[in-house]
């Protein structure tokens, strides 16, 4: 097995051995293993180092940002740079008092990049979340009353 990589060799031996035994195969743990490992060894060794090869290309060469879904919890104060109001009132005053979010009804996206130095982080809004805000379901509730 590769040297150094025992840990990640044996992971891989030991999920084979598993897999064979669900199938039904009958003979012992410790003989399928012994099987498997005299039979597979150089291919054992090959998937763990094209594992390590991909890991390394998900996480240094390729990869440079990671995505992650956004959503607004509820109370949050509505942000129109990071979110947006699903049933948006276009005459809306902006002077009023900061509204809280009641839920989120569509998910966004933001993508987090290090920085050139690499000591730090970007973070830029892909997609907007959308999301209702309380003062709606106040509204929503006031009308239901007066029906």
Partial sequence: MIDGNQDLA???LDAFVNILITAGVKDGRERICEEIESRFSSEIENIVKKSQELNKAIGEDVTSCELEI???E???VF???IMEDTFQ???KDTTQEPEGVLCTTDLGLIRHEKTTGGDGWQNTILIKPKI???SKLD???ASDDEN
């Fill in 89 to 91: 009132d276009q005459t």
């Fill in 79 to 81: 942000d129109e740079s």
């Fill in 10 to 12: 044996m992971f891989f």
């Fill in 74 to 76: 509820p109370d949050h």
């Fill in 70 to 72: 956004l959503y607004m």
């Fill in 132 to 134: 209702v805000l309380q």
């Fill in 139 to 141: 509204a929503i509730i």
